[in-house]
């Protein structure tokens, strides 16, 4: 079973939409920096870091590397430590599970609601 969540795990590592890359690449060329903050196990992304995405990322936190998880503010304050800028010259972007938006902006961030994704999946 362990090995069967793996392999379900992989598979959206295996294919990014290339306009996600583009907007990436953009924020890179911009000297904007860009943080990653994840509730998640560790098979969950064992392939993260032979994705295309991970290139992208100046900093990524793993709630199970680190112990804490969103909504707590603490996971907030260490990417933000962490990427050497204050929360307040920070936004942060998301799905708004686990109830992450209310933890960011009680850190002190702009929050902005990701709803693109469920909008625009890929057939």
């Not at 995405?53 to 990524?60: G, N, P, S, V």
């Not at 010259?89 to 002190?108: K, P, Q, R, T, W």
């Amino acid at each position: 079973m362990y090995q069967e969540r793996i392999n379900e795990k992989i598979a959206p590592f295996l294919h990014i939409r290339s306009d996600i890359l583009e907007l990436l690449e953009y924020l890179r060329k911009n000297n904007i920096k860009i943080g990653l903050i994840s509730n998640c196990t560790e098979e969950e992304v064992r392939y993260w870091y032979e994705s295309k995405l991970a290139q992208y990322f100046d900093e990524i936190i793993f709630s199970y590397e680190v112990g804490i998880a969103k909504p707590n503010i603490r996971i907030y304050q260490l990417a933000c430590e962490r990427l050497s800028v204050s929360p307040q010259e920070s936004i942060f972007v998301g799905d708004g599970g686990s109830n992450e938006l209310d933890g960011a902006y009680n850190s002190g961030l702009r929050t902005y609601h990701a709803i693109w994704f469920s909008t625009c999946i890929e057939k």
